[in-house]
């Protein structure tokens, strides 16, 4: 069976500041991962998803993922924050026997000016 | 850009009422999905639907819910009898079947709500 889990389930950071959202997940099989993100009374939009290709993968609005099988993780950043930011952030991740996407429990991520 | 709708956007129902939520995929996408978000919680997986039938499905998908594609275009999820713990947020998702590795499109959602 696969998880996710999202540490932080609020994160704060200044405008301009590093963004580090955290996802670490189980999979008994080599996964593929990614990451949506939510805005207000809107739906999931892919920001970026790692398929086994580069390790590091680059999606829109200059965030950017780093898959490292040693740790589980696939932590998402972007190196300076902006207000159109705030949202929610969802890790999730689909291994290669199932056919569903499995959800980390949501980062908020809150943008002070 | 192709985009999955939903319709509704809202919608209130009384306990043991039958609720149908529709969807669109996108046009030339064949595997469909509903996940559910209960407020505050996770987003979690229903069912899954590839060439005209169920192919994967969670605990929660129980007999109180179906799944049809009614035509060439709809992708509806039917929830027989609702109860209150069903309020929650209902993503419908397409992908192509070029594999798993391929993105899930997600609709805007419909926010259902039981009395």
């Known amino acids: 069976a696969q998880s996710v889990t999202q540490l932080g389930s609020h994160v704060s950071v200044s405008e301009g500041a590093l963004v580090l959202l955290r996802c670490n997940y189980s999979s008994s099989v080599p996964p593929y991962l990614f990451w949506y993100v939510q805005y207000p009374n809107q739906g999931l939009q892919l920001l970026l998803k790692?398929?086994?290709?580069?390790?590091l993968v680059k999606g829109i609005n200059g965030f950017e993922a780093e898959f490292k099988k040693s740790e589980t993780s696939f932590h998402l950043t972007k190196p300076s924050a902006h207000m159109s930011d705030a949202a929610e952030y969802f890790c999730a991740v689909s291994d290669r026997a199932g056919n569903m996407l499995t959800f980390g429990g949501g980062t908020r991520l809150m943008v002070k000016p | 850009e192709p985009e999955v709708t939903q319709t509704p956007s809202h919608q209130v129902t009384q306990m043991g009422q039958e609720v149908i939520l529709r969807c669109v995929p996108i046009s030339n996408h064949l595997y469909f999905y509903w996940y559910r978000q209960i407020l505050g919680q996770k987003v979690e997986f229903l069912v899954s639907f590839y060439n005209n039938e169920i192919s994967e499905k969670s605990e929660i998908f129980d007999d109180q819910f179906s799944v049809e594609r009614p035509d060439g275009s709809n992708f509806t999820l039917k929830i027989r009898s609702t109860k209150l713990e069903d309020s929650a947020m209902y993503f419908c998702?397409?992908?192509?079947?070029?594999?798993?590795?391929?993105?899930?499109?997600f609709g805007p959602g419909t926010r259902l709500l039981v009395l």
């Open positions: 998702a397409s992908r192509t079947d070029r594999g798993l590795q391929e993105t899930q499109y």
């Open positions: 790692y398929t086994s290709a580069a390790t």
